[in-house]
């Protein structure tokens, strides 16, 4: 192969990268279904809080930032300890939500060097919720 075939090559290489890139930056922000995008709607948008309150409780700042003012419990160990499961689509009512969650006992062990070995109690609890601004913020969040 001749020096220019392989530079012509590499260019139609790189340009073929670039469209890939635009179209994937272009699907990422548009959606490339119809509706809404996942996790947009506010129950959605509930659920996902909620889903992810165990990781964030690995965390003693990024705990503290899901709960409203004066909200935040004490005992943050337990809830990285706990296996938290929306058990059904949450209630949205204007700027307030609820919705059924379902605590058991994660698997004990270590997770990103922290201890999940506080025991926690299993059932079902109702947590309340109230959106500040254009965030949805946990107001209670019993344990059972």
């Not at 090559?9 to 996942?38: D, N, Q, S």
């Not at 709607?41 to 990781?55: F, R, Y």
Request: one cysteine or more.
């Amino acid at each position: 192969m001749r020096p220019v075939d392989l530079y012509e090559k590499k260019a139609e290489l790189m340009l073929l990268f670039r469209v890939w890139y635009v179209m994937l930056a272009v699907c990422g922000i548009l959606g490339c279904g119809e509706g809404a995008l996942p996790g947009s709607t506010p129950p959605e948008k509930v659920a996902s809080l909620i889903q992810g309150l165990n990781d964030s409780a690995s965390s003693d700042e990024t705990f503290q930032t899901l709960f409203v003012s004066g909200a935040v419990p004490e005992d943050r160990a337990k809830y990285f300890s706990a296996l938290i499961e929306v058990v059904d689509v949450p209630k949205v009512h204007g700027n307030e939500a609820t919705a059924q969650v379902k605590i058991s006992q994660a698997s004990i062990g270590t997770e990103g060097g922290h201890s999940k070995a506080v025991e926690v109690g299993e059932g079902t609890v109702t947590w309340k919720l109230k959106l500040e601004g254009e965030e949805w913020k946990l107001v209670e969040a019993p344990l059972p």
